[in-house]
């Protein structure tokens, strides 16, 4: 988590984000099945998640929205 938080503080929190989810994903592909993936509200309103399912069997991720960031507008 404190790689999460200094990465947040170095305006690269998003990055990193979509890197952890991009090598967790790279395991359906071993094939480890479900892989659950833990991304922000920000990442997934700017896109990241749909790049990061393509080419992904959806049905073998599980999407968890963190709990750590707010959310401006549902």
Known sequence: AQWFAVAAS????QELEVAAAR???A???DGARPVAINLS??????GAL???LAGVDARD???EVTE???VESY
């Open 41 to 46: 509200p920000g990442v997934i309103l700017a």
């Open 23 to 25: 090598a967790a994903l």
């Open 50 to 52: 749909d790049d990061l």
């Open 68 to 70: 750590h960031a707010p």
């Open 27 to 29: 395991q359906v592909a």
């Open 10 to 13: 170095l305006g690269l929190g």
């Open 61 to 63: 991720v599980v999407v």
